[in-house]
């Protein structure tokens, strides 16, 4: 360790915005939830702030002065009925809103069956995990991904148009381990591979999931501590990243499984603390579509064109669903 990197976490310690080591905060696990913490944090290490603000998703600042679109009328028209509104509520309480059995089972089933099948040198198939990002598209899967029931409550959530940043990822989780504690694990090494510890992602994610399995408690699943998202959580170092076992045992904040019959879609926030609990030799299947106000975009350009087997997809979509696909397939919607 560097002397400055000492000096550091000196001054930190000092302050009590990385704690020592001790039984509830250690080693990589010394992040906490509050909004005193954060307030400092933020200020040391404001990025993460300045890209909320700029979006809008601080204050309420007029459309002049913030990047990305507004809400178009469409979108929020489109999350008014149920069961949109109740999942609103539901993730604006507590960061996350599930909709069970949203997605026909046999569509699940036949999406499912159709990447099983697909061969492609860019599909990773390493023993934890199968990932595909940017499966081929589908007019069945773009109804899914451009739903405007979905889409429509991360509009209304943002309050900003929604733009997909990530291709649609389809994963098959397959820990052969158990959830391992806190204590028994360095997010230096990830020898877990899945994102086991509970952690926060880039400022402005928002995501929907579909269940492509059926989930219970007793499978893999992602947990997420409900109400997490309203703390401007931020943290200064990989050390202050992660919560321990232990702390998020006394914080007393609920703990919501994302479990439900395959084809439930699990909307949520990913500045809410979540984790992705390993039950040894379950796997889930989750079909994957990420979205923010504009910001952290992860344009491939061989993804945007293995992912289309056929341009005249794109042909009759509307303007609106081509504005938010435009990050993902710029060659295909301007
Ligand atoms: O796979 C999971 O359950 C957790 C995934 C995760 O951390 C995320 O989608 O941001
Ligand atoms: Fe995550």
């Not at 696990?29 to 200020?43: H, I, P, Q, S």
């Not at 040198?121 to 007019?139: E, T, W």
């Not at 289309?308 to 794109?314: E, Y």
Request: glycine fraction near 6%.
């Amino acid at each position: 360790m560097s002397i400055m990197h000492d000096g550091k976490r000196w001054i930190l310690q000092s302050l009590g915005l990385v704690p020592a080591d001790g039984p509830v905060f250690y080693g990589n696990f010394k992040g906490r939830v509050g909004l005193g913490t954060a307030l400092m944090k933020n200020m040391l290490r404001p990025q993460r702030l300045l890209k909320r603000l700029e979006y809008g998703q601080i204050l309420p600042l007029p459309n002049a002065f913030l990047k990305g679109a507004p809400c178009p009328e469409e979108l929020r028209d489109a999350a008014i009925q149920e069961p949109f509104d109740q999942a609103l509520k539901d993730l604006r309480r507590d960061g996350v809103a599930l909709i069970p059995g949203y997605i026909d089972e046999d569509t699940c089933d036949r999406l499912v069956a159709e990447w099983d099948a697909l061969k492609r040198d860019d599909i990773q198939d390493h023993p934890y995990q199968k990932k595909i990002i940017g499966p081929p598209l589908s007019p069945e899967l773009l109804d899914i991904w451009l739903d405007r029931g979905l889409v429509g409550v991360l509009a209304r959530y943002l309050g900003r148009l929604p733009v997909a940043r990530l291709y649609p990822s389809f994963t098959i989780a397959r820990p052969p381990y158990s959830q391992p504690s806190s204590r028994n694990y360095s997010t230096d090494k990830n020898d877990f591979l899945l994102a086991v510890p509970w952690h926060i992602d880039t400022p402005n994610l928002v995501q929907f999931a579909i269940l492509m399995s059926d989930v219970t408690d007793d499978c893999s699943h992602m947990k997420i501590l409900a109400g997490t998202h309203k703390k401007h959580n931020a943290y200064l170092s990989t050390e202050d990243a992660a919560l321990s076992d232990e702390y998020v045992a006394q914080s007393g904040y609920n703990v919501v499984n994302c479990v439900g019959p395959k084809g439930t879609v699990v909307l949520f926030d990913a500045a809410a603390y979540h984790q992705f609990y390993a039950v040894a030799n379950s796997p889930r299947y989750w079909l994957k579509f990420e979205f923010t106000p504009g910001n952290n975009v992860l344009f491939n350009a061989q993804t945007e064109s293995r992912s289309v087997p056929d341009p005249a997809l794109f042909e009759n979509l509307p303007s609106l669903e081509c504005k938010i696909l435009s990050e993902m397939y710029p060659s295909y919607t301007m």
